[in-house]
């Protein structure tokens, strides 16, 4: 008989416990090389399943009732998809595919900042980012030597004059619609704004009465400054929704989704009732491939006329074996300073929600929600078992290429539920509905996986899971290897985790406090802040809340000191970009308001952080404009000159000392 030793023992145990765990097999992929064929795709799934009140839009197909009909609802008409199952199907790729298309660009090289040119995170701070590398839009972006500010149509133009005390508007321009945010490259700006409309004409609009939505546009303005004077070069606008964008070295991802059945007018009272899915029918078959696939149209300003196309190739589109609907993710790489002609674009037929990237990988997200969150239609749809489908892209400087999907049970709170370190992704999710009934058995876990080239699948090769059973996840923090958590319901457990083996995650450390935090922000190795609210020992929230924690020790995090404001909320629980650390000075500043409390307060705060404790240094306020009682709103913190904070509100932007909090000045923007 032949020994086996106990290395090899081990080895074969991991192999046999790794396809257990995985249950690997082969999926059918599909795509289709030529628009004709993707249109057919789409038009065949369309005929089977439009009804008399047209396609739904909503993932809970079988739940869906329209809002829109002449006389009461007759309970038929509308033809249910079948369940989807995104996460589980690969998708097609082709090395062709990957090719890369140049950029029509002008755009200029990074050079490296001379000895004299502000040094960021030494001279002034940035937009406040999830991962180091990869910038994020935001409603104010600078140079240090420059501050930009979208407000509504209004594009601000700002010169740091006397090393940051002072700030002089030196130019502003009108945008043709209201902006979001931004990202920045030098000399050149992408605003991008939420508009609404249609690239192609839809002719068949006008044979018959009834509903029409406008398609979600995503409109891109790209701006040059010259002498602080800003110019419009070129305006591009794309079907799609808009959900997020990341920069990495001036090249901009646009993330979008394009719902194509919003294209199609169906009827309401104009056409009989029992007629109406026969003309739907019709309409589906008269469809094109505008129709289906997002196109984008692009003017240069100065030129008459505009291009208009497809965003990309049809053959760059990506269709699970399972239908999954009709919408298109799609990821369009831009160059911030270079001609805004979209390439590399890539799409899968998904819905989309929450986006994480790295310099050279993008995730997407979606949570697949049910309406009957109590379970009481009996259909695999129903119930509070959500699940989350995973998709990966890989970036380069010509575009993205689609890699893999996945799935993992539960929903995701937000980007930060995401991480990728040493080729391993790492997901937070909570199973179950926990802001319903039945909350005693949501929990929450930490999976990871591995993407698997060949089968264009995200494998999970790891969990750890019942992480604050009844509660739901409020807060999570990635620092390389170790994963902190954050759950509530009456009582904030702060979970440290162990990602170093990603086959065998395992909690190490645990914390109970009040209260939660929904912001977690490391400042230093071994210590974290928390941003939250204070909670009493029944679970309700009392006001705002920032924490220090020492992790230096994983198996025994401890609450080394905290500050509170009763009656208070901060934008930054829920919007990482409002928070500011400036670590020259050891301060956090974060937007406060207090309307109902004793303590009346909206400005910003500043907190002193040492190694073991948090102080309040003071606060700032803004002048009110109007005869409202309270001071505006601040928004946004920025430092400039390595000591003067600048504070951003609806009007106007104001400077002071941060290290006496005196106020230098004030610029109104109006």
């Excluded at 038929?76 to 589980?88: E, H, I, K, T």
């Excluded at 300073?337 to 674009?345: A, D, Y």
């Excluded at 992790?551 to 000191?561: A, R, Y």
């Excluded at 404790?613 to 009682?629: L, P």
Aim: charged share 20%; aromatic share 12%.
């Amino acid at each position: 008989m032949t020994s086996v030793s106990p290395r090899h023992t081990a080895v074969l145990a991991a192999v046999l416990f790794t396809l257990l765990l995985h249950n690997v097999h082969a999926i059918s992929l599909s795509r289709y090389n030529k628009c004709p064929d993707l249109v057919r795709y789409f038009k065949n799934n369309a005929m089977s399943r439009v009804g008399a009140y047209g396609l739904s839009d909503q993932r809970n197909y079988g739940s869906f009732r329209p809002s829109f009909y002449c006389g009461p609802y007759r309970g038929r008409g509308f033809d249910p998809m079948p369940p989807v199952f995104l996460a589980n199907t690969a998708f097609a790729t082709d090395s062709a595919n990957a090719a890369p298309t140049a950029f029509e660009s002008n755009a200029v090289p990074k050079a490296a900042p001379s000895a004299s040119e502000p040094v960021a995170g030494v001279d002034f701070s940035e937009t406040n980012v999830q991962v180091e590398g990869v910038d994020e839009p935001d409603i104010i972006k600078t140079d240090g030597k420059r501050v930009f500010v979208v407000r509504g149509r209004k594009f601000f133009v700002l010169d740091v004059k006397d090393g940051g005390k002072n700030g002089r508007v030196t130019g502003e321009l009108t945008l043709p619609s209201r902006a979001r945010e931004m990202l920045i490259e030098r000399d050149h700006l992408l605003v991008i704004a939420q508009t609404y409309g249609s690239i192609y004409p839809i002719p068949l609009s006008k044979r018959v009465g009834g509903i029409f939505f406008d398609q979600s546009t995503t409109s891109v303005y790209q701006i040059k400054v010259n002498n602080g004077i800003p110019k419009l070069v070129a305006t591009l606008r794309m079907e799609g929704r808009y959900l997020n964008s990341r920069e990495v070295d001036g090249v901009a991802r646009i993330v979008m989704l394009y719902k194509p059945h919003l294209r199609f007018k169906y009827p309401s009272c104009v056409v009989p009732y029992a007629e109406a899915k026969a003309h739907n029918q019709e309409v589906i078959r008269r469809s094109t491939q505008n129709d289906w696939y997002p196109g984008y149209s692009l003017k240069f300003e100065g030129q008459s006329g505009e291009t208009t196309s497809l965003i990309s190739s049809c053959s760059n589109v990506y269709i699970p074996g399972i239908f999954p609907g009709f919408d298109l993710l799609t990821v369009v790489t831009l160059p911030v300073s270079g001609n805004l002609k979209p390439t590399g674009s890539v799409s899968i037929v998904s819905e989309g929600d929450e986006v994480y990237a790295t310099a050279s990988s993008l995730y997407v997200t979606t949570t697949e929600y049910r309406w009957d969150f109590f379970g009481f239609e009996n259909s695999i749809r129903s119930g509070r078992d959500f699940k989350t489908s995973i998709h990966k892209f890989s970036l380069h400087d010509y575009g993205a290429n689609y890699v893999a999907s996945g799935e993992v049970s539960g929903s995701v709170l937000n980007q930060f539920s995401m991480h990728e370190y040493n080729r391993y992704f790492f997901i937070a999710t909570t199973d179950g509905a926990p802001w319903w009934g039945a909350r005693d058995e949501s929990s929450s876990k930490v999976t990871s996986f591995r993407t698997n080239r060949y089968s264009k699948k995200l494998q999970k090769i790891g969990e750890v899971g019942n992480l604050g059973l009844g509660e739901r996840i409020f807060a999570v923090r990635y620092v390389k290897d170790t994963a902190y958590v954050v759950t509530f319901r009456q009582i904030d457990p702060l979970y440290i985790i162990d990602l170093s083996r990603p086959w065998w995650l395992r909690v190490t450390g645990e914390l109970k406090i009040p209260g939660f935090s929904s912001y977690l922000h490391p400042i230093s190795a071994g210590r974290i802040l928390g941003v939250g609210q204070d909670a009493t020992a029944e679970g309700r929230v009392t006001g705002s809340k920032v924490t220090l924690f020492d992790v230096s020790d994983k198996t025994k995090p401890t609450e080394l000191s905290s500050w509170t404001l009763p009656g208070s909320r901060s934008t930054a629980e829920w919007d990482h970009r409002a928070f500011l650390y400036w670590g020259p000075e050891s301060v956090a500043v974060l937007p406060v308001s207090a309307y109902f409390a004793s303590d009346r307060f909206v400005g910003s705060v500043v907190l002193e952080v040492s190694d073991s404790t948090i102080k309040e240094r003071g606060r700032i306020t803004h002048e009110s404009v109007s005869s409202s009682r309270y001071s505006p709103s601040i928004e946004r913190n920025l430092v400039l000159g390595g000591e003067h904070l600048w504070s951003l509100s609806s009007k106007q932007i104001q400077v002071n000392n941060i290290k006496d909090l005196s106020k230098e000045s004030a610029t109104t923007l109006s």
